[in-house]
T-cell receptor, first 112, second 110 residues
Framework: DGGITQSPKYLFRKEGQNVTLSCEQN?????MYWYRQDPGQGLRLIYY???????QKGDIAEGYSVSREKKESFPLTVTSAQKNPTAFYLC???????????FGPGTRLTVT | QKEVEQNSGPLSVPEGAIASLNCTYS??????FFWYRQYSGKSPELIMS????GDKEDGRFTAQLNKASQYVSLLIRDSQPSDSATYLC??????????FGSGTKLNVKP
């Protein structure tokens, strides 16, 4: 089955801890993206990567970091510097020459 | 000014009616436009994309684009209770960088 997987589905952390969210795709997509969604709001872009070993900041990158060592994988680390990390995190991917983005099932992070 | 604006709703329509969802965007350089459906607690699912002015139909869904007015709409014909969800409008400006509206919640009443 082709698709995008994110793990875990739910994640709970204490304030001050870094946490890494996993995103894997087997669609042979070139580009991958991370968004966060807060209640009643649209998606906001955190980071995106068009090719392996290259990534760019989105609109709300502060307090987050990413890596793209493999085409299939784009993990997101939420650091202790992120002031309000509790949110629904969504990973997406696309072909480089096609605009359509497809989403994974998401990870709901709660930090207390 | 937000990049993409949508009425948050809820929009309530009876089963079998046409639901009309609207979206405006601020930047004229926007190139392509998308509608996603998001059920409560789930991730967005792509249902329509449109790139040029006019209408694009896919089953019960029709997307309409008017670049001069910076306006995108989604029509859902013969609405079903299973269409009840939040519909997100997304606009692609460049390099696959999307901007999303906050979504319109649609309720289809049996």
């Amino acid at each position: 089955d082709g698709g995008i997987t994110q793990s875990p589905k739910y994640l709970f952390r204490k304030e001050g801890q870094n946490v890494t969210l996993s995103c894997e795709q087997n669609l042979n997509h070139d580009a991958m993206y991370w968004y966060r969604q807060d209640p009643g709001q649209g998606l906001r872009l955190i980071y995106y990567s068009q090719i392996v070993n290259d990534f760019q900041k989105g609109d709300i990158a502060e307090g987050y970091s990413v890596s793209r060592e493999k085409k299939e994988s784009f993990p997101l680390t939420v650091t202790s510097a992120q002031k309000n990390p509790t949110a629904f995190y969504l990973c997406a991917s696309s072909f480089r020459d096609r605009a359509e983005q497809y989403f994974g099932p998401g990870t709901r992070l709660t930090v207390t | 000014q937000k990049e993409v604006e949508q009425n948050s709703g809820p929009l309530s329509v009876p089963e079998g009616a046409i639901a009309s969802l609207n979206c405006t965007y601020s930047d004229r350089v926007s190139q392509s436009f998308f509608w996603y459906r998001q059920y409560s607690g789930k991730s967005p699912e792509l249902i329509m994309s449109i790139y040029s002015n006019g209408d694009k139909e896919d089953g019960r869904f029709t997307a309409q684009l008017n670049k001069a007015s910076q306006y995108v709409s989604l029509l859902i014909r013969d609405s079903q209770p299973s269409d009840s969800a939040t519909y997100l409008c997304a606009v692609n400006k460049s390099f696959n960088k999307f901007y999303f509206g906050s979504g319109t919640k649609l309720n289809v009443k049996p």
